[in-house]
């Protein structure tokens, strides 16, 4: 089992930047694959972007692509998601998510293939 737990979210204004963090902890001696979801008021929870075991891949929704990064730090556990130039329409509860992958390029964009999510942030972008 591998336990998540989100950081670092809050309220910033339009054009700011903020940056979360995730920390693993449990069974963190394994491969895993890790992402960030994000969930708007009455929707589903779809992904931002993913990031392999290895950090050498990554992947972001072309919505996020050139304001948002993701890394990560085995040796500390952390996966982090830097997201820059901010706008209201990124507005909700960003989650953490991390599933155990077959090599270290694995990245997976499908929610479900995730077995582990934290308790989610929330971020509020104010116009």
């Known amino acids: 089992q591998v336990q998540l737990q989100e950081s670092g979210g809050g309220l910033v204004q339009t054009g700011g930047s903020l940056s979360l963090s995730c920390e693993a902890s449990?069974?963190?001696?394994?491969?895993?694959?890790a992402a960030w979801f994000r969930q708007f008021p009455g929707g589903d929870r779809e992904l931002v972007g993913g990031?392999?075991?290895?950090?050498?891949?990554?992947y972001y929704v072309d919505s996020v692509k050139g304001r948002f990064t993701i890394d990560r730090d085995n040796v500390k556990n952390m996966v982090y998601l830097q997201m820059n130039s901010l706008k209201p329409e990124d507005t909700a509860v960003y989650y953490c998510?991390?599933?155990?992958?077959?090599?270290?390029?694995?990245?997976?964009?499908?929610?479900?293939?995730?077995?582990?999510w934290g308790q989610g942030t929330q971020v509020t972008v104010s116009s």
């Open positions: 990031i392999s075991w290895s950090g050498l891949h990554t």
């Open positions: 449990g069974r963190t001696d394994r491969t895993y694959a």
């Open positions: 998510a991390a599933g155990r992958a077959d090599s270290s390029s694995t990245i997976q964009t499908s929610r479900y293939w995730y077995s582990y």
